[in-house]
């Protein structure tokens, strides 16, 4: 079962870090992820980690979101930099024992995922 937490309401320019943790380990999970999901809009892939600690983002996020995993503490890291209006939206971590890296941006390909939790951007 997946938690995320650490959302909140900040302003442009502005940091947060979101956490994932996984009451029954991260170590399993062949990749992990973070989605979100704006008013009126589809869920959009954000960023995903294998196992092995590589990271795979959506070009609107690069360069000021870094994603990582920390094993012994079984959680997920999403930390978010230089944040804008745009980026407002629910945030849901996900994770998969099984995915191959073609599907990594693809949401249907997540079986595990958290409750969501709410980012809001003010100008």
């Known amino acids: 079962q997946l938690q995320a937490s650490g959302g909140g309401l900040v302003q442009a320019g502005d940091s947060l870090r979101l956490s994932c943790s996984a009451s029954g380990g991260t170590s399993s999970f062949r990749a992990m992820a973070w989605f979100r999901q704006a008013p009126g809009k589809e869920r959009e892939f954000v960023t995903a980690?294998?196992?092995?600690?590589?990271?795979y983002y959506a070009d609107s996020v690069k360069g000021r979101f870094t994603i990582s995993r920390d094993n012994a503490k079984n959680t997920m890291y999403l930390q978010m930099n230089s944040l804008i209006p745009e980026d407002t939206a629910v945030y849901y971590c996900?994770?998969?024992?099984?995915?191959?890296?073609?599907?990594?941006?693809?949401?249907?390909?997540?079986?595990?995922w958290g409750q969501g939790t709410q980012v809001t951007v003010s100008s």
């Open positions: 996900a994770a998969s024992t099984s995915i191959i890296l073609s599907q990594l941006r693809e949401a249907v390909s997540y079986a595990n």
């Open positions: 980690i294998t196992r092995s600690g590589s990271g």
